[in-house]
């Protein structure tokens, strides 16, 4: 994904809002503690620095960023479960589902999808899952 002016966030505290609305002190915030951020996020914030008046903290190391995909160019993923593009998403979802309120079932691993490549979650404990894969 690439991040514009306009490109609307799609998580976070500022989820909904065009990039150009979020505040100044955010923006800094994104740079200075990063683990939570999306590299292309970053990549945007430090192009549009000096544009945006927003001072690049010092401990900033370059970003070593995978080529850009366009969405026409993407391969679909052909499951019907929810998938994940990578592991780091799919444990990422994980996390928020187990800290969510509710008695629902949860799911409680990842897994990357032999059918389509992506990632999965599920509540099958794996050795549930190696059983029934060896009947």
């Known amino acids: 994904m690439k991040y514009s002016d306009d490109t609307i966030m799609p998580y976070g505290g500022y989820r909904g809002f065009p990039v150009k609305n979020l505040p100044k002190k955010y ?3 994104v740079l200075k503690d990063k683990k939570n951020a999306r590299p292309e996020f970053i990549e945007y914030i430090i192009e549009n620095a000096q544009r945006l008046g ?3 903290p010092v401990d ?5 960023l995978p080529k850009y995909v366009p969405p ?8 019907d479960k929810k998938t994940f593009a990578t592991e780091k998403d799919a444990r990422r979802s994980l996390k928020t589902i187990r800290n969510a309120e509710g008695d629902n079932k949860k799911p409680i691993r990842v897994y990357e999808c032999p059918e389509c490549s992506g990632w999965h979650l599920t509540s099958m404990d794996i050795e549930i899952f190696k059983n029934e894969v060896e009947k």
Request: proline share 5%.
């Open 72 to 79: 026409e160019e993407m391969v679909q993923f052909i499951c």
């Open 27 to 29: 923006l800094y915030n």
């Open 54 to 56: 927003i001072k690049i």
């Open 60 to 64: 900033v190391p370059k970003l070593k």
